[in-house]
């Protein structure tokens, strides 16, 4: 099994920046893409954005050019640098990664327990 834990969430104004960060524990044999997604209320998940282990990246349109995520391979990080924060990404921030555990054959994916950003006007 593989743990994700979230941290970084929180209140700010618009404008403002926010650093999330997820850490990956437990019997992982092998990393894949690490990422994050959100929901916001009375909204579908939504991915937000995705990095490989090789370090390729995308981006949901809505964040490009303001968000920006970054991975440490070595401690099985993965962080979302949100800067130009606006109201509409308001939502529960999930870490997600696709991992494969030590005595398994297969890739699987994980899901943190999501960390709240809101953004006021």
């Known amino acids: 099994q593989v743990q994700l834990v979230e941290s970084g969430g929180g209140l700010v104004q618009a404008g403002g920046s926010l650093r999330l960060s997820c850490a990956a524990s437990g019997s992982i044999l092998s990393m894949n893409f690490m990422g994050w997604h959100r929901q916001a209320p009375g909204k579908q998940r939504e991915l937000v954005a995705r990095i490989t282990t090789g370090g390729s990246t995308n981006y949901a349109d809505s964040v490009k050019g303001r968000f920006t995520i970054s991975r440490d391979n070595a401690k099985n990080t993965v962080h979302l640098q949100m800067n130009t924060l606006k109201p509409e990404d308001t939502a529960v921030y999930y870490c997600?990664?696709?991992?494969?555990?030590?005595?398994?054959?297969?890739?699987?994916?994980?899901w943190g327990q999501g960390t709240q950003v809101t953004v006021s006007s």
């Open positions: 997600n990664a696709r991992a494969r555990t030590i005595g398994t054959m297969t890739f699987d994916d994980y």
